[in-house]
């Protein structure tokens, strides 16, 4: 299972800036965030989750995916899509799974 940030990064291609750490859970709306967790910065017709990164920080997020470096002492795994990052680390986890 994909449970460091640096694991998260490898099968994305992502690069993994900070420290590595371990995270519970992956979230993408950082008022729902626990302590721990890795945020996901996703852009919406709305909204662009890479404004509320200071905020996953504050709530004690782990780290955060996003596609472009926000200037704060939160490790982050920048990469192009954070949409298709998500996808691709289901597949790696997937890929992993050894049940029916």
Aim: proline share 4%; charged share 20%.
């Amino acid at each position: 299972m994909i449970r460091t940030l640096r694991q998260f990064a490898a099968p994305v291609t992502g690069a993994c800036h900070g420290d590595d750490r371990g995270f519970h859970e992956i979230a993408i709306d950082s008022r729902k965030l626990a302590a721990g967790d890795l945020f996901a910065a996703l852009r919406g017709d709305n909204a662009d989750g890479h404004d509320f990164v200071p905020a996953a920080a504050a709530a004690g997020a782990a780290g955060a995916i996003v596609s472009r470096f926000i200037q704060l002492p939160l490790p982050q795994i920048v990469v192009s899509n954070v949409e298709m990052a998500l996808a691709d680390a289901a597949r790696a986890a997937r890929t992993q799974f050894k049940g029916r």
